[in-house]
Every structure is written in structure tokens, then in C-alpha cells.
């Protein structure tokens, strides 16, 4: 993987590791020796050799024996070398290598592997993932208290950061959504009950979950990709009033769709008594003066706004 950025600490590199099955024959051969040496040297345990009826083993001087001593701690060592080291890679997983306390790479290769018994192996799942958080605490443009709940999808892209740029890279992430939460709600309002008076719909509110989570994720992915985590998506799930204020902000909102509905009455009844008076007089059916046409205006008026609409 190529490097970033240096001073965020050690980039992913690929750990040295062997295909595990060559390895485990070697052990079994290490193990074959350490079990031909001891019965040579006699140390096979009585009830052993009368099952597989072994011969009773040649007599040796002490130079044979010390070689056949150096047979089996040198195979029986590689046994331990061998079956040590061997481990099972599984797919969506990875292997992060130290030693002493250094990086020594990452093995992402699946199946049966065999990697230095002396390096310390720490497990990073590098699958996709999503995380669906609790409700949190935010507030609008306006300083309203809300409680969001988003869906986070993302995935560790460079494992080395993920374990040495951050203590705990999953806490990291859950704080980065906080704190993008808190700097892309706090620029819109929640709602904008004056439009809905005004009958307009122009300026963008928090009901926008396409754009707020399009800049949501923008932001959470520039913060985490330092500490090794690529995130696709991040959507608001929910967008809610506190329940401090839901009750009073409900009340806002009904009397907000109140508001536009009279004032799109009041238009449709003024647009009908303008439509009536202009064809009586354009028709010459009758002739008004100024009183005359004022006092039908107010007629027409308390008729069209009083009637009934299923009639």
C-alpha cells in the first residue's frame, strides 16, 4: 500500500509469511527424528515399544549418544518452530506482526500460513462494516436540541494505522461521528416554519438527508483516513426535536401549516372575487360606483370564504 503521509505513523506493508502445509510436513519430520532419536537414546516408554513392537535399539558409545542427544533436541526443535508458527488466515481477516514493540508488516493472504512464532500476532478485521449508533445529542443552526441517529458503513483500509496512529481506532471513529455530527447540523435549521407560512420551499433545512449526509461523509472520511479507515457512507437515520422541546416545536410546526393554509385560502377567495367583480362590470351586466363596488367586494368576500367547500 502506498504511503500518505509519513508523520502519521508506520503505512501497511506486506508481513513475511510461508504456505502452511510444506510447513507442517517439516514439522512432522522433526517430529519423526525426535521419536527415532529417543528410541535410540531408550527414552520410549516401555508400553510404547511393546504396542508397535520395537526392537530393543543398538547399544552406542557416549560420542554416538551425544549425537543421537543432539538428534532429538534439534528435531524436536523444529517441530516446536514448525507447529508454533502455523496459523489459519480466514478471508475479511488480516495479521499485524510486531516485534520488540516494532511493525514487521501485515498478512492478508488466507488459508493455512506458517509466521514466525516470535512475532506477536494481533487480529484486525478488515471486512466491510456498518454501525448504527444511539441516539445523539445536537443542535440546529438555530440552537434547537435535536437527537440524531446515523448509519455509518466503513471498513479498515491500512491496518498499521488503525492499531498504532489511534489507542483504539473503533472509539476514534465513533468520536469523529460526533464531532462531524455537531459541525453539519449546527449550519442548517431543522425546519423553516416561515417558508411554510410563505408557501415557499427554497432554503435548505436538516429534512435534506441526501446533501447533509453527502457532506457528513465528506467529512468523516477526510478525519479518518489518518487513522487507517475508509468510510463509504455516513446517513442520518433520524433527525428528531429533544424531547425537551419536541412538544413545543410540534406546536410551531402545526400552527406554521395553519398559517400557509388560511393564507392559501385567503389568496384562492380574493382571486375569485376579483375574477367575479372584473366579469360582471367587463360585461356591462352591471354598473358600480366606488361604494357600490366596495360593498359587493366585502359581500363576495365573506360569501366565497364562508361557504362550504364540499357545496
Known amino acids: 500500500m502506498t504511503p500518505q503521509n509519513q508523520g502519521d505513523g508506520p503505512v501497511e506493508r506486506t508481513g513475511r509469511s510461508l504456505p502452511g ?6 514439522g512432522l519430520v522433526g517430529l519423526a527424528a525426535m521419536a527415532y532419536g529417543c528410541w535410540l537414546l531408550g527414552w520410549t516408554p516401555r508400553f ?35 507447529f508454533g508458527g502455523l496459523t489459519r488466515c ?12 516494532r511493525y514487521r508488516g501485515t498478512v492478508r493472504r488466507t488459508g493455512l500460513r506458517w509466521i514466525s512464532p516470535l512475532m506477536l500476532r494481533r487480529r484486525v478485521d478488515v471486512r ?10 445536537a443542535v440546529d443552526a438555530q440552537g434547537t436540541a435535536l437527537r440524531v441517529e446515523v448509519m455509518v458503513v466503513w471498513r479498515v483500509r491500512d491496518t498499521a494505522r488503525a492499531l498504532f496512529a489511534v489507542e483504539d ?13 455537531a459541525r453539519v447540523l449546527s449550519q442548517l435549521p431543522a425546519d423553516s416554519f416561515h417558508e411554510f407560512r410563505e408557501g415557499r420551499e427554497a432554503s435548505p433545512t436538516l429534512r435534506d ?15 479518518c483516513a489518518r487513522a487507517g479507515l475508509e468510510v463509504f457512507s455516513a446517513q442520518p437515520v433520524r433527525i428528531e426535536y429533544a424531547p425537551e422541546v419536541a412538544d413545543v416545536m410540534r406546536r410551531r410546526r402545526i400552527a406554521a401549516l395553519e398559517a400557509r ?36 367586494v366585502r359581500e363576495l368576500t ?6 362550504d367547500p364540499s357545496a
Open 169 to 181: 481506532h473503533l472509539r476514534y471513529l465513533r468520536e469523529q461521528i460526533e464531532a462531524a455530527l
Open 90 to 101: 480466514r478471508a475479511g481477516g488480516s495479521w499485524v506482526l510486531t516485534l520488540c514493540g
Open 21 to 26: 502445509r510444506p510447513v507442517a510436513l517439516v
Open 128 to 137: 466491510l462494516r456498518h454501525w448504527r449508533s444511539e441516539p445523539l445529542a
Open 302 to 307: 365573506v360569501a366565497f370564504a364562508t361557504a
Open 48 to 82: 510404547v515399544a511393546d504396542f508397535l513392537e520395537l526392537p530393543r535399539p543398538p547399544r552406542a558409545g557416549t560420542a554416538d549418544r551425544a549425537g543421537q542427544g543432539a538428534l532429538v533436541a534439534g528435531s524436536g526443535a523444529l517441530a516446536v518452530l514448525a
Open 209 to 223: 438527508t441526501e446533501s447533509v449526509g453527502a457532506e457528513l461523509t465528506r467529512l468523516l472520511g477526510a478525519e
Open 261 to 296: 393554509h388560511r393564507a392559501g385560502v385567503l389568496a384562492g377567495v380574493v382571486d375569485s372575487v376579483q375574477d367575479t367583480v372584473e366579469r360582471l362590470t367587463g360585461r356591462g351586466l352591471v354598473e358600480l360606483d366606488d361604494h357600490e363596488r366596495n360593498a359587493l
